[in-house]
């Protein structure tokens, strides 16, 4: 019925940041009304044409970027982040890179460009970087102290990488008071055997 209530749409916080990052892409028809994308247009230029022309270059956000590319309305271009540079980087030594100056959603944003044009060999090479990354993260929360200054390392992490090595970290300290926990609590337990034992002792000699 019409007066049924919908259901309320539930939007990713990180699905929608991850969107707005800019994508370098070509117009490969004329971009009627969309001249208000070039930020070099004046106001009083888009209201008199209101286009942009075909093979203008624009930074679109990924959103948009993947919805006209689907619709062979723009061709996205591959970011240098994602080239041959560094990608030589990811093979060799990914742990190093520092992906955060990129985008907190390196990995996502490369895995969702690979998808739109059919690059294989780029979510095969995320993927491997993203599991050597992520095992260099756990080494370090487990061998960390609980005070160890991490912000260097933080510093070149996306934001699953954060939250990865955070988790490992809490993890790392939970087991540390448990061990400390149960480590005093066999002490007491060791304390009151000996006074128990000590106890029976004398009682035996008082008896003979």
Known sequence: ASGEAQPAVVMDI???LMGQHPIPSTLMHEGRH???LDPSNSAST???SGSLPVNSRQQLPLWLARSLQQRNHIQIELP???GNSYREGMRSDPGHMNLRDHSEYYFEIGKELSELLYD???VEQLGLAFNRRAQELINTALNAGAKADLS???QKLTLPEKRLLEAGRESTTNFEK???RKA???SSQLVKRTKADTNTQRSSRQRR
Request: charged share 30%; aromatic share 12%; with cysteine.
């Open 184 to 186: 005093r609590m066999e």
């Open 46 to 48: 888009s209201r008199q």
């Open 80 to 82: 240098a982040c994602y």
């Open 178 to 180: 448990w061990r400390s």
């Open 120 to 122: 294989e060999q780029l």
């Open 34 to 36: 969309l001249s208000y």
């Open 14 to 16: 990180d699905e929608l």
């Open 152 to 154: 260097p390392v933080m």
